[in-house]
């Protein structure tokens, strides 16, 4: 996880969608509720294609002045960065490096033969 890749991310989500009338500056994230809702996003999700993930709670996102929003279906979200002051793509790194887990049902996003 580096910024430059969170701006490429952000920047992708900017070109193709908007909110608020505005380009929506964010990333895409799962929301779990707790350790089962974790471990089952770690298997089963889309995240299962991810060698590591970053863990952010809610609550520091919240207080970070993000915006996080449902997007598509439950369980993805998308965590809308530059909203305000404090809201910068450098403060949602600090805050995804804090807790990054090694996922081990990690799969590979096409199969080997």
């Not at 707790?34 to 770690?42: E, I, P």
């Not at 996922?103 to 096409?110: I, L």
Request: contains cysteine; proline residues 4%.
């Amino acid at each position: 996880m580096t910024l430059d890749q969170i701006e490429h991310d952000a920047a992708r989500t900017a070109r193709a969608f908007t909110f608020a009338g505005t380009p929506c500056r964010g990333i895409s994230a799962e929301l779990a509720a707790d350790g089962d809702d974790v471990d089952h996003l770690l298997r089963e999700g889309r995240v299962r294609t991810r060698s590591f993930v970053a863990c952010i709670s809610v609550s520091d996102t919240l207080a970070g002045g993000f915006l996080v929003l449902p997007t598509f279906s439950a369980p993805h979200q998308t965590i809308v960065a530059e909203r305000a002051p404090e809201a910068s793509l450098e403060r949602l790194l600090e805050l995804a490096l804090r807790d990054v887990v090694q996922n081990p049902y990690h799969r590979a996003w096409k199969e080997e033969r």
